[in-house]
């Protein structure tokens, strides 16, 4: 049985609102709001769902990029941090914490600083945390351009030289310098072409099946997710709406949202026939979130009770897990 590399239990990160003269506080972002799921070692876990709907908070607020409002992160045997409890590592710690754990940006040109070049910006992380000298260093960098897919010689070069496709593959052999254990993707492949994407998921799966690498792997990309993750959870509004492998979800989605995004998706042959799902209304803004469940203004099949009371998380088959009134 897997281990748990990274478990995280009721994440809660709110951004203030402001107003008035004085620039009072008035309320709260709710970008992430009670998400708690473990990813096992080895495996590449999804977070699904619509722009806006907090996944890209979610993992800058597991790495510690971003100061949690509420919850627990715990790496391995480690707490990262406890809100409740008041518990964080102290810098030094969470310094060194990070040689394990590594992101790939959205963005790779922005996520790359210009006035640097690949050799300096991929062997930073080496120099700063004292694993090698400058020529040492260099060396392994060269050594990561070329296991990417990159001539170690494009070591001089700046980032503006690249392709945006290249630039990713520096991003990845940059989250690659200091043999980190779990690395969190950031739609690594949204600013991509198909013919990119497909050559930087297969470096990525290569990587990881070579290195023993875990993966957090956000995005809005269903067809994508499909066949890179082992598992995903479908977000909507800051809150998980459904979890499960995913070929529990692609067979057999039981929430209503799951079930409309799902249906989405691209038919693989024509003759294939699904029925497309059409969404009515808007999504509600995450500063006044509905009560009871948060999908209930849009949802297809919403009962009275949707709008009165949270639903509780279901089970219908192991590793399967649903908050809806309708799945008991």
Not at 257 to 275: F, G, I, M, N
Request: aromatic content about 6%.
């Amino acid at each position: 049985m897997s281990k748990k590399l990274i478990e995280v239990t009721n994440l809660k990160k709110y951004f203030p609102v402001t107003g008035g003269v004085l620039s009072r506080k008035v309320g709260d972002i709710k970008a992430v709001d009670g998400l708690s799921f473990h990813i096992n070692e080895g495996e590449t876990f999804g977070l699904v769902g619509e722009s806006g709907c907090g996944k890209s908070t979610a993992g800058r607020t597991i790495s510690h990029l971003h100061k949690a409002t509420a919850g627990r992160v715990q790496f391995k045997d480690t707490v990262l941090f406890d809100v409740e409890n008041k518990e964080a590592l102290d810098k030094k710690s969470m310094r060194s914490l990070r040689r394990d754990i590594q992101m790939i940006f959205q963005d790779p040109f922005a996520s790359l600083d210009p006035r640097m070049n690949i050799g300096a910006i991929v062997s930073e992380g080496l120099i700063k945390h004292k694993i090698m000298d400058k020529h040492a260093a260099l060396a392994r960098t060269k050594e990561l351009l070329e296991i990417c897919g990159l001539d170690g010689s494009n070591a001089a070069k700046y980032p503006h030289e690249f392709s945006g496709g290249q630039r990713q593959r520096i991003g990845i052999a940059r989250s690659l310098a200091l043999n980190p254990k779990f690395i969190i993707c950031d739609e690594p492949t949204a600013a991509l072409d198909v013919s990119i994407q497909a050559q930087v998921l297969t470096l990525m799966q290569k990587l990881k099946e070579e290195m023993g690498l875990t993966y957090l792997f956000i995005s809005h990309d269903l067809s994508l997710v499909r066949y890179f993750c082992d598992r995903l959870g479908i977000m909507y509004l800051g809150s998980f709406m459904e979890i499960g492998t995913s070929e529990q979800l692609f067979k057999s989605a039981l929430h209503p949202y799951s079930q409309a995004l799902l249906s989405a998706v691209p038919r693989s042959h024509p003759s294939e026939k699904r029925e497309r799902i059409i969404l009515e209304g808007d999504v509600p803004s995450p500063a006044n979130p509905p009560k009871g469940c948060k999908f209930h203004t849009r949802c297809p099949k919403a009962l009275p009770v949707c709008s009165q009371k949270a639903p509780e998380m279901a089970e219908p088959e192991p590793g399967h897990r649903v908050w809806c009134h309708l799945v008991k």
